[in-house]
């Protein structure tokens, strides 16, 4: 794991400064605090901060192929890299690395643009042909790894973190009224967009070429989809058993490290399993890490006793109070780079400074279970409600969500609000966003919030923003398989792998990896039909069936707990009342100019006066502090902090 | 997999986690406390997905959905008369 920056004269040669490599990557020493180095000729400059994972001795980057024409700056891990050498030494290719980056610069050679397909990994990586004088960047299948880039004055700048461009002096740091209507909507910027002006985000699955100058921007993998006729018939048992293959593979690939990697565990099914399989398979003295929290409604405890009683593992946990999570809150958002709606980054940016405290460089974690395996509450809404609309006059029909909201159907006066709510778009069950129209409308009240100057004027319905997304026939997709698309694209690169995953390990030098996306196991989910994903309105059910006899009873069958964090106790805590006035006094709301000062002012008293809140106001007091933590933070300061008083570790200067 | 056989699996996994062994297909779900009225919708939802039939308000009733038995007769009823 690593950090990664650069710049690309593209219509002249001027000269790059070592400076400013250095300012670009002093930024983002926690992303590799272990060794630093950078190359320079006339039109190009690379340079790379490296956490030392594999081939630790002799890994100094940047790296060269055999004539030195090619430079490789890599973020990331290729895990099937042993398997991928051994071919390219039988073609005739010479290492002088032990590292998995050399392996992509000798793909590179040998296939082209080809070779992405090959891969097996989470990466974000940069490619110099000196030669062609071309520009080659990538970024892995699921957006795991971080890639932003700008254009100023005719130069190309690109960074892991958007904090490394603006050390650059030209490049100018904005807040975008559009993307912050996104958060406001989708609870995320839209793939390939961030919350500054002019500063973008190589899309997942995407890579970039500039050649003569012109940056052509490509997809090279997309979540799949099979359509009936192209699914897979097979039996339960088959299906388990393919399941528990693939898993079984994928999290053996994800142990290749030459330290030692630890493991998440949060008393959830996903990371249980994954805990599970690494301990019964691979290493019976794994570190495990997990969570509590001192407000009893956010915790699991119970769950992750149960499961380390049952693995014996060495075990190690944080206890997240209020008050910490809202005095770390602006450290973390500094990590994230962009406003968020919640606040349960936060433990996640502790624990990964208890792994590091503790010597582990490397965990792994179980995200990406319920984008593939059907495991959200929103996908088993979708579904009772999809339920409803094939008789939307039904007295009946409306009651299979309490199912999933108990409280709501043993509440007679509760019950005829269920219809009201639950029962928005039921006449269009066709409709694209049915799955997701529910969070997003009652999301966009925020942007009330907003003032004058930063709403959103547009006369663009916020739907039709998100319809260059949607791949072709996707209305013809059965109603998970589109629910599933639409909260992979919204949700798990932007804030899953990056808010609550890479950000948040990086920071304090942790790398994570994610058993459960690795694209085999993906290309097999989607073959699977959707009713056996989620059987009646029991979610993960193929998961849970694969792990049923191996884990303890209580995770299997225990209701789906969301992870979450506390925020209004937070936020408003007295003990943190210097912060919160620091961004969020009248005054400063006001002198920033993103929101209304006096309707702010009404929601933080009401939060206030009132014990109980509703989920929105929480949510938009999350929305309201961290879009001013990250102006006060990224757009504010005149002089953007950062140093140029250090060496590099290997400098290969080739300018003529 | 013949309709009885599907609703069967369904009614294991999702009601009795896996084990059938003391599931007879007459076993009346209510008396046994197997299916609660929530679960019941399950079943309901779970019938239309895999045999494409809509059911109407008034065929949610305990004669049809007691039972393994009767579950499948219901089906069968519904395909046989829309077929003709």
Redesign the interface.
Known sequence: MCGISGILNLKEPKNIEITQLKEMISVLEHRGPDEVGAYRDNWAGLVHSRLSIIGIKGGIQPIHNEDKSLWIIFNGEIFNYPELKENLIKQGHKFYTTTDTEVIIHLYEEKGIDFLQKLNGQFAFAIWDSKKREMFLARDRVGIRPLHYTVSNNQFFFSSEVKSLFTQKNIKRNIDPSTLDQIFSYWTPLPGETIFEGIKEVPPGSYIRISSGKLSLKKYWSYPYYSEDEQLDLSLSNITEEIKSLLYDSIKLRLRADVPVGAYLSGGLDSSIIASVVNSSFDNHLNTFGIRFEDKEFDEGDYQKEMINQLKTNHFEIVANNKEIGSNFPNVLWNIEKPVLRTAPVPLYLLSNLVHQKGLKVVLTGEGADEIFGGYNIFREAKARSFWARNPSSEIRPLLLGKLYPYILNDTKLRPMLKAFFGVGIDKPEFSYFSHQIRWQNTRKLTNFLSNDFSNNSEQNFYDRFNSFLPENFNNRDSLSKSQYLEITSFLSNYLLSSQGDRVAMAHSVEIRFPYLDHRLIDFMAKIPSRLKIFGMNEKFLLKKSYRDTLPKNIVTRSKHPYRAPIKQSLLSEKNSKIFEKYCSTETIKNVGIFDEIKTEKLFKKLSKFENSNEWDNMALTGIFSTQVIYDKFVQPSNFGNRSNFEFDLLIDKRK | MEIKENIR??VV??FL??DGDELENNTDFFEKSIID???I??????V???CNL?I??EE?VQENFSSVDRVSDFVQKRTSNSSQ
């Open positions: 699996e369904f996994e999702n986690f896996g009225s929530t679960g919708l399950e079943l309901v939802c779970f239309e997905e895999s809509t109407s308000d949610i």
